[in-house]
C-alpha cells in the first residue's frame, strides 16, 4: 500500500492502540472546550448585558475569567501532549528504523493532531450546547439576577472555541515534529526509557527551596489587611511555587541519597525497588510531585474561597450595607416620630414590618492616627493612615441601642471596628478624654475585628455641648476659620431596617426615599436593597469562576497524576518482569509498589496541607478584603474542604494503584 493512503490508517491505530493514554487526553481536551465554550457562550449573550439589571459586573468577571483560563488550558494541554510525545518516542523510532521518513512521521502526527482537534472541538461544542443553558442559569442564581432571561447561542462563541484550540493544538504540534526531527531513530527507540543523571548541587538548592519556602510562609502568616495585601499575596505565591520545586526537586533526591547510604534500610527487598526506583527518574519524579502538591493546594484553596464566599455573601452584603434605607441630611431636623408615623403607614399598605428604624445626628471627621492620638489627617496619597472618626451624642447612643449608659464630663465610649483600640484614654485634636468603655456593637458600625486598614471610630460623647467641643477642637487644628458657621453644619442620617419580601422591601424603599427627600436638608440617599443586589452579583461571578476554576484544577491535577503513574507503570513493567524471574514474589511486588504509590501520593499531599494551613493567614485577610470577617466559617470551610479532598485524594490514590500494577503484571 503506499504510504499516503497508509498513513492515516496508521493514525487512527496509533490513538486506537494507545487508548489508555489517548482517551483521557481526549476527555480533559473535551472538558477543556467544554468549559471554554461555556464562558464564551455566556460572554456574547447581549441579553445579560442590555436586560439585566447589575449584570456588567457579572460580565467584567467572566471576560477576566475566560482569559485566566486560556493562561491555564494552553500549558496543561502542552503538558499533556509532551507525555504522549514521549510516550510514543520507542513507536516512532520503530517506524524510522522500518522506513518511514521523519517528514512521514510528521504527517503522521498532523493527521493524530487534527483527528484529535476534530474529536475535542466537536464534542466539547456540542456537550457545551446542551449544557449552556444550565450553567446559564447556575451564574444567574448564584448572582441573583432575575431567571426570565432567554439564552441565545451565537456564531462568536463557535469561532472563538475553533480558533483558541486550533492554536493549542497548533503548539503541540509544532512541539512533537521539533521533537522528532531532532532525534535519532535510536534515541526515539530509548526515549521513553531513558534515564536521568545525577544532578548537581542539590545540598545548596534543597536548603535554598527550604529558605525560600520558608520566605513564602513568613509573607503570608505575617501579612496584614492593608495596601499591600495584594502585593504580598503575589509575591508569597511565587515563593511558595519556587521553594516547592527546589525543595522536591533537590530534597526528595537529597532524602532518597540519604536512605540509599543506609545499607539498614537500603539492603531490604521492600525498600530496594522502591527507592532505586524513584532515583532512576529523580528530576521527572520530583517535577510531577511539585505539580501535584501545587495543583492541589490550588483546588484547597480556590474550594475554601468559593464555599465560604458562598455562605458567607449575605453577611458580606448586610456588612457593607446595614440599612436597606438610608437618607442623609445636612444639618436637617427630621423628627423620630415623623418617620415612625410614614413608616407606619407603609407597614400597612406594603404589609411588611420594620425592624429598626434609626435618627440620629453625627460629625465625621479624617484624621491621621498615632497610638491612641487623632490628629489632622496626612498630605494627599496617604491613604493608609487616613481614619473616618465619627461623633454621637450618649442620647442618640442610647435611643438606637436601647440601651441606658452614663457618661461624666470628659468621659466617652469608643468603638473601633477594626481592631480594639485597647487604651484607656483617647486624645482628639489635643483634647483628652478618658474611655469609659470601649463598646463592642452599634449597630451602623458593623464590627470586623481583623485590622485597622479602612477602620472607622466611633466615640459617644456625653451632650451636644461636648460635641460641639470637639468640633471646635477640629476647626482650629485643621486651620477652618469660619468655627461657628463649622459647629451649625451638623450631619443627620436617617436608617430602616426592614423584613419581609425583597418585592414588597423595593416597593416600601422607593416611596420612603420620595418622601425623605422632601425633608428639609436632604442631601444624600443609599438604596441598601440596590447596592447589597449589585454586590451578590458581582460575588456571584466569582464564585461561578470559582466553580469553574476549582474544576479545572481538579482535573489538572487528576490528569497529572494519573499520566505519572501510568508511564511509570509502562517504565517499570520490565523491570518487575526482570526481578519476578529472579525470584521476586507477586506480594514482593505488590508492597513495593504500594510503598512506591503511596509515597508518590502522601508527599504532595503533605506539602499542599501545610501550604494550606500557611496560605489561610493570607486567605482571611483576602476574604476580609471583600468584606467576609467571619473567621468560624473560614474555619470550619478548610476543615470541610481538607477532609473532602483527602477523601478523593485516597480515592485517586487506589484507583491508580490498581492502573499500575494492571500494567506492571
Same mark, same amino acid.
Given at each position: 500500500?503506499?504510504?499516503?493512503?497508509?498513513?492515516?490508517?496508521?493514525?487512527?491505530?496509533?490513538?486506537?492502540?494507545?487508548?489508555?493514554?489517548?482517551?483521557? %487526553?481526549?476527555?480533559?481536551?473535551?472538558?477543556?472546550?467544554?468549559?471554554?465554550?461555556?464562558?464564551?457562550?455566556?460572554?456574547?449573550?447581549?441579553?445579560?448585558?442590555?436586560?439585566?439589571?447589575?449584570?456588567?459586573?457579572?460580565?467584567?468577571?467572566?471576560?477576566?475569567?475566560?482569559?485566566?483560563?486560556?493562561?491555564?488550558?494552553?500549558?496543561?494541554? %502542552?503538558?499533556?501532549?509532551?507525555?504522549?510525545?514521549?510516550?510514543?518516542?520507542?513507536?516512532?523510532?520503530?517506524?524510522?528504523?522500518?522506513?518511514?521518513?521523519?517528514?512521514?512521521?510528521?504527517?503522521?502526527?498532523?493527521?493524530?493532531?487534527?483527528?484529535?482537534?476534530?474529536?475535542?472541538?466537536?464534542?466539547?461544542?456540542?456537550?457545551?450546547?446542551?449544557?449552556?443553558?444550565?450553567?446559564?442559569?447556575?451564574?444567574?442564581?448564584?448572582?441573583?439576577?432575575?431567571?426570565?432571561?432567554?439564552?441565545?447561542? $451565537?456564531?462568536?462563541?463557535?469561532?472563538?472555541?475553533?480558533?483558541?484550540?486550533?492554536?493549542?493544538?497548533?503548539?503541540?504540534?509544532?512541539?512533537?515534529?521539533?521533537?522528532?526531527?531532532?532525534?535519532?531513530?535510536?534515541?526515539?527507540?530509548?526515549?521513553?526509557?531513558?534515564?536521568?543523571?545525577?544532578?548537581?548541587?542539590?545540598?545548596?538548592?534543597?536548603?535554598?527551596?527550604?529558605?525560600?519556602?520558608?520566605?513564602?510562609?513568613?509573607?503570608?502568616?505575617?501579612?496584614?489587611?492593608?495596601?499591600?495585601?495584594?502585593?504580598?499575596?503575589?509575591?508569597?505565591?511565587?515563593?511558595?511555587?519556587?521553594? $516547592?520545586?527546589?525543595?522536591?526537586?533537590?530534597?526528595?533526591?537529597?532524602?532518597?541519597?540519604?536512605?540509599?547510604?543506609? &545499607?539498614?534500610?537500603?539492603?531490604?527487598?521492600?525498600?530496594?525497588?522502591?527507592?532505586?526506583?524513584?532515583?532512576?527518574?529523580? &528530576?521527572?519524579?520530583?517535577?510531577?510531585?511539585?505539580?501535584?502538591?501545587?495543583?492541589?493546594?490550588?483546588?484547597?484553596?480556590?474550594?475554601?474561597?468559593?464555599?465560604?464566599?458562598?455562605?458567607?455573601?449575605?453577611?458580606?452584603?448586610?456588612?457593607?450595607?446595614?440599612?436597606?434605607?438610608?437618607?442623609?441630611?445636612?444639618?436637617?431636623?427630621? &423628627?423620630?416620630?415623623?418617620?415612625?408615623?410614614?413608616?407606619?403607614?407603609?407597614?400597612?399598605?406594603?404589609?411588611?414590618?420594620?425592624?429598626?428604624?434609626?435618627?440620629?445626628?453625627?460629625?465625621?471627621?479624617?484624621?491621621?492616627?498615632?497610638?491612641?492620638?487623632?490628629?489632622?489627617?496626612?498630605?494627599?496619597?496617604?491613604?493608609?493612615? $487616613?481614619?473616618?472618626?465619627?461623633?454621637?451624642?450618649?442620647?442618640?447612643?442610647?435611643?438606637?441601642?436601647?440601651?441606658?449608659?452614663?457618661?461624666?464630663?470628659?468621659?466617652?465610649?469608643?468603638?473601633?471596628?477594626?481592631?480594639?483600640?485597647?487604651?484607656?484614654?483617647?486624645?482628639?485634636?489635643?483634647?483628652?478624654?478618658?474611655?469609659?468603655?470601649?463598646?463592642?456593637?452599634?449597630?451602623?458600625?458593623?464590627?470586623?475585628?481583623?485590622?485597622?486598614?479602612?477602620?472607622?471610630?466611633?466615640?459617644?460623647?456625653?451632650?451636644?455641648?461636648?460635641?460641639?467641643?470637639?468640633?471646635?477642637?477640629?476647626?482650629?487644628?485643621?486651620?477652618? $476659620?469660619?468655627?461657628?458657621?463649622?459647629?451649625?453644619?451638623?450631619?443627620?442620617?436617617?436608617?430602616?431596617?426592614?423584613?419581609?419580601?425583597?418585592?414588597?422591601?423595593?416597593?416600601?424603599?422607593?416611596?420612603?426615599?420620595?418622601?425623605?427627600?422632601?425633608?428639609?436638608?436632604?442631601?444624600?440617599?443609599?438604596?441598601?436593597?440596590?447596592?447589597?443586589?449589585?454586590?451578590?452579583?458581582?460575588?456571584?461571578?466569582?464564585?461561578?469562576?470559582?466553580?469553574?476554576?476549582?474544576?479545572?484544577?481538579?482535573?489538572?491535577?487528576?490528569?497529572?497524576?494519573?499520566?505519572?503513574?501510568?508511564?511509570?507503570?509502562?517504565?517499570?513493567?520490565?523491570?518487575?518482569?526482570?526481578?519476578? &524471574?529472579?525470584?521476586?514474589?507477586?506480594?514482593?511486588?505488590?508492597?513495593?509498589?504500594?510503598?512506591?504509590?503511596?509515597?508518590?501520593?502522601?508527599?504532595?499531599?503533605?506539602?499542599?496541607?501545610?501550604?494550606?494551613?500557611?496560605?489561610?493567614?493570607?486567605?482571611?485577610?483576602?476574604?476580609?478584603?471583600?468584606?467576609?470577617?467571619?473567621?468560624?466559617?473560614?474555619?470550619?470551610?478548610?476543615?470541610?474542604?481538607?477532609?473532602?479532598?483527602?477523601?478523593?485524594?485516597?480515592?485517586?490514590?487506589?484507583?491508580?494503584?490498581?492502573? %499500575?500494577?494492571?500494567?506492571?503484571?
Amino acid at each position: 500500500m503506499n504510504k499516503w493512503k497508509l498513513l492515516p490508517l496508521m493514525a487512527l491505530k496509533g490513538i486506537a492502540q494507545n487508548k489508555t493514554v489517548y482517551f483521557p %487526553y481526549l476527555a480533559v481536551g473535551i472538558f477543556s472546550a467544554f468549559t471554554y465554550f461555556i464562558f464564551s457562550s455566556i460572554l456574547y449573550n447581549e441579553d445579560l448585558i442590555k436586560e439585566l439589571p447589575r449584570a456588567a459586573y457579572t460580565w467584567m468577571l467572566l471576560s477576566i475569567g475566560r482569559g485566566l483560563l486560556s493562561i491555564i488550558l494552553i500549558p496543561f494541554l %502542552y503538558y499533556a501532549n509532551s507525555f504522549l510525545v514521549k510516550r510514543r518516542s520507542r513507536e516512532f523510532g520503530l517506524y524510522s528504523i522500518l522506513g518511514l521518513e521523519k517528514r512521514h512521521i510528521g504527517i503522521l502526527l498532523l493527521l493524530e493532531t487534527v483527528t484529535i482537534y476534530v474529536v475535542v472541538t466537536v464534542s466539547g461544542i456540542i456537550l457545551g450546547s446542551v449544557l449552556s443553558k444550565l450553567f446559564f442559569l447556575l451564574l444567574l442564581n448564584i448572582s441573583h439576577l432575575p431567571l426570565d432571561v432567554d439564552f441565545v447561542f $451565537t456564531w462568536e462563541a463557535f469561532k472563538d472555541t475553533f480558533l483558541f484550540f486550533s492554536a493549542a493544538y497548533l503548539i503541540n504540534l509544532g512541539y512533537g515534529i521539533l521533537q522528532i526531527r531532532k532525534s535519532r531513530p535510536v534515541e526515539l527507540l530509548s526515549g521513553s526509557k531513558k534515564g536521568e543523571k545525577q544532578p548537581k548541587g542539590i545540598f545548596f538548592y534543597g536548603l535554598l527551596g527550604a529558605v525560600i519556602l520558608i520566605l513564602g510562609y513568613k509573607i503570608s502568616i505575617s501579612s496584614a489587611l492593608n495596601s499591600m495585601i495584594f502585593i504580598d499575596f503575589f509575591l508569597a505565591v511565587f515563593f511558595v511555587v519556587i521553594g $516547592t520545586y527546589l525543595l522536591f526537586t533537590s530534597g526528595s533526591i537529597l532524602f532518597l541519597r540519604i536512605l540509599k547510604e543506609n &545499607k539498614k534500610i537500603f539492603y531490604k527487598s521492600q525498600n530496594f525497588v522502591t527507592i532505586s526506583g524513584m532515583l532512576y527518574r529523580m &528530576k521527572k519524579n520530583a517535577a510531577s510531585l511539585a505539580n501535584i502538591c501545587i495543583f492541589s493546594t490550588m483546588v484547597i484553596i480556590t474550594l475554601i474561597c468559593t464555599i465560604t464566599l458562598y455562605c458567607g455573601l449575605d453577611g458580606i452584603a448586610h456588612h457593607d450595607y446595614p440599612y436597606d434605607i438610608r437618607a442623609d441630611y445636612g444639618a436637617g431636623d427630621v &423628627k423620630q416620630e415623623d418617620v415612625e408615623k410614614q413608616v407606619k403607614r407603609l407597614e400597612e399598605k406594603y404589609g411588611i414590618k420594620r425592624m429598626r428604624v434609626d435618627v440620629y445626628d453625627f460629625r465625621r471627621f479624617s484624621c491621621s492616627k498615632n497610638g491612641n492620638q487623632f490628629a489632622p489627617k496626612l498630605p494627599a496619597g496617604n491613604f493608609e493612615n $487616613t481614619y473616618e472618626v465619627f461623633f454621637l451624642t450618649l442620647e442618640d447612643y442610647n435611643r438606637i441601642e436601647n440601651d441606658n449608659k452614663a457618661l461624666k464630663d470628659g468621659e466617652v465610649l469608643l468603638l473601633a471596628t477594626g481592631e480594639d483600640f485597647g487604651y484607656k484614654s483617647v486624645s482628639f485634636m489635643g483634647m483628652q478624654m478618658t474611655i469609659a468603655e470601649e463598646i463592642k456593637n452599634l449597630f451602623p458600625f458593623p464590627k470586623a475585628g481583623r485590622s485597622d486598614f479602612g477602620a472607622q471610630f466611633v466615640l459617644i460623647v456625653k451632650d451636644k455641648a461636648a460635641l460641639d467641643f470637639c468640633v471646635e477642637a477640629f476647626a482650629k487644628e485643621n486651620g477652618i $476659620t469660619e468655627v461657628e458657621e463649622f459647629l451649625e453644619s451638623g450631619s443627620q442620617q436617617v436608617g430602616i431596617v426592614l423584613e419581609g419580601e425583597d418585592e414588597y422591601k423595593q416597593g416600601f424603599a422607593d416611596e420612603m426615599f420620595t418622601w425623605l427627600k422632601e425633608q428639609e436638608g436632604y442631601t444624600s440617599y443609599l438604596d441598601g436593597l440596590e447596592q447589597r443586589a449589585e454586590l451578590e452579583s458581582m460575588y456571584g461571578g466569582l464564585l461561578f469562576i470559582g466553580i469553574i476554576f476549582g474544576t479545572v484544577f481538579f482535573t489538572c491535577l487528576i490528569l497529572i497524576m494519573y499520566y505519572k503513574q501510568i508511564s511509570e507503570g509502562y517504565e517499570d513493567k520490565e523491570s518487575f518482569a526482570i526481578m519476578q &524471574k529472579v525470584g521476586m514474589s507477586d506480594k514482593e511486588i505488590k508492597g513495593t509498589i504500594r510503598r512506591q504509590i503511596l509515597l508518590v501520593f502522601l508527599l504532595p499531599l503533605a506539602g499542599a496541607v501545610f501550604h494550606t494551613c500557611a496560605g489561610m493567614f493570607m486567605v482571611n485577610n483576602l476574604m476580609a478584603a471583600l468584606g467576609l470577617f467571619d473567621n468560624f466559617l473560614m474555619a470550619m470551610g478548610m476543615i470541610f474542604v481538607l477532609l473532602l479532598f483527602v477523601l478523593i485524594y485516597g480515592i485517586s490514590y487506589i484507583m491508580t494503584a490498581r492502573t %499500575y500494577y494492571g500494567i506492571v503484571r
